[in-house]
């Protein structure tokens, strides 16, 4: 038996190679690379742009809120100097007094349990009782522990002035009486 010789090529080199080209992807790798690179660029712009308008967002929000605080106060306390001025200028001193003196405990309470270790506070209390020491006036009991646990005031720049003024003149005085 003779092998059968048949006219036709092979079967692999009858078939175009374009054939067999993927049907997926497709293209250069430099394509496909250059394609990914761009979106990773498009994500991270997406992302820093979205945090960039997050925080200008905030900030306005913050900055709003801050000015109609501080208005709100400043407005109240204009409010309030032009109420001690008429009672004043009234002569209703005392009873100006009176009314302020009645509500110096709700303050108290309020800025030791609302307030408490907020900038200020622990002034405020301070000149509470400064007010009470120095008018000679019983503290309330109710504000008296909150008063009483306050750590001691420290000395002002002027108090600490005037007592380093105190010790030189007693050394001087004490100086010249030695001289004599």
């Not at 048949?6 to 078939?15: K, R």
């Not at 761009?38 to 709003?64: E, H, R």
């Not at 100097?81 to 002569?91: M, S």
């Not at 007693?170 to 100086?175: G, L, M, P, S």
Request: hydrophobic share 45%.
């Amino acid at each position: 038996m003779t092998p059968n010789k048949s006219p036709e090529p092979p079967l692999a080199l009858a078939v175009p190679l374009s054939r067999f080209r993927s049907q997926v992807g497709g293209g250069s790798a430099f394509f496909v690379r250059r394609h990914y690179t761009i979106m990773k660029i498009k994500i991270i712009l997406s992302v820093v742009a979205g945090f960039v308008l997050d925080v200008a967002a905030m900030w306005f929000v913050v900055k709003q809120t801050t000015v109609k605080v501080f208005a709100t106060q400043y407005l109240v306390s204009a409010a309030d100097q032009a109420n001690v001025a008429l009672h004043i200028r009234a002569g209703k001193q005392m009873e100006l007094v009176t009314n302020i003196e009645a509500a110096l405990p709700s303050y108290v309470l309020t800025v030791d349990e609302g307030f408490k270790g907020q900038p200020g506070s622990t002034e405020a209390l301070w000149m509470v009782k400064a007010y009470y020491e120095r008018n000679q006036i019983a503290i309330p009991p109710e504000i008296k522990g909150i008063l009483d646990s306050l750590p001691p005031k420290p000395p002002t720049s002027c108090q600490i002035r005037l007592r380093a003024l105190d010790k030189s003149t007693a050394t001087n005085t004490a100086d010249s009486r030695g001289l004599n």
